[in-house]
């Protein structure tokens, strides 16, 4: 079992920046994946950025804007938000992933966060 705990979300002027944060309540470096999820009005939840198999992906959408990072001593992952725009605006998850069972058998299981609004206004 593994409990998530988003903050950070809010209201922002288009350009701003907002730094979301996630608690984990298992160590990071036991989970399999760790990241961001964001759902907008209307629109499926999608991936934003996250950590897996060693690499830090993001969405096309947010390159060279958003930044995330993990910190260990907190258990942690961080989303740091630059240059916001509006499309940016939705529902922000929090998500990870744990392997269990025996190697044979090894299955993954999804936990998520209760969600932070962001939103962003022109």
């Known amino acids: 079992q593994v409990q998530l705990v988003e903050s950070g979300g809010g209201p922002v002027q288009a350009g701003g920046s907002l730094r979301l944060s996630c608690v984990s309540s298992?160590?990071?470096?036991?989970?399999?994946?760790m990241g961001w999820y964001r759902q907008a009005p209307g629109k499926q939840r999608e991936f934003v950025a996250g950590?897996?198999?060693?690499?830090?992906n993001y969405a096309d959408s947010v390159k060279g804007r958003f930044t995330f990072s993990r910190d260990a001593t907190s258990n942690t992952a961080i989303l740091q938000m630059n240059l916001l725009k509006p499309e940016d605006t939705g529902v922000y998850y929090c998500?990870?992933?744990?392997?269990?069972?025996?190697?044979?058998?090894?299955?993954?299981?999804?936990?998520w966060g209760q969600g932070t609004q962001v939103t962003v206004s022109s």
């Open positions: 298992r160590s990071i470096f036991r989970l399999k994946t």
């Open positions: 950590f897996s198999d060693g690499n830090v």
């Open positions: 998500n990870a992933e744990i392997e269990v069972g025996p190697v044979e058998l090894v299955r993954r299981l999804a936990y």
